[in-house]
């Protein structure tokens, strides 16, 4: 089991930033990707960054260059810096690894944290 812990969300105003962080614990060694989906009222959860463990990166086009995701394996983390941003990143942030338990290949999610873009 891998449990992810998230924080750093909050209320920013237009072209602020923000940086989460997401903590993993339990059975780390198995993670692989790790990565961020957002979830805006009423619109279905997307993926915004990932990040593999040889650390290649992908981003949604929404957010390419603003966002920066990274991780620190040591410590287990993952984050992401999100610079300009703009009202349509407001969503509930959740934070998302890949990790082998052994038996099957699966996700694990955050429970969430909220960030709001509004002046």
């Known amino acids: 089991q891998v449990q992810l812990v998230e924080s750093g969300g909050g209320l920013v105003q237009p072209g602020g930033s923000l940086r989460l962080s997401c903590a993993a614990s339990?059975?780390?060694?198995?993670?692989?990707?790790m990565g961020w989906y957002r979830q805006a009222p009423g619109k279905q959860r997307e993926r915004v960054a990932t990040?593999?463990?040889?650390?290649?990166?992908n981003y949604a086009n929404s957010v390419k260059g603003r966002f920066t995701v990274s991780r620190d394996s040591a410590k287990n983390g993952v984050y992401l810096q999100m610079n300009s941003l703009k009202p349509d990143d407001t969503a509930v942030y959740y934070c998302?690894?890949?990790?082998?338990?052994?038996?099957?290949?699966?996700?694990?999610w955050g429970q969430g944290t909220q960030v709001t873009v509004s002046s």
């Open positions: 998302k690894v890949v990790a082998d338990t052994g038996l099957v290949i699966r996700d694990y």
């Open positions: 339990g059975r780390t060694f198995s993670i692989s990707t």
């Open positions: 990040i593999t463990s040889n650390g290649a990166t």
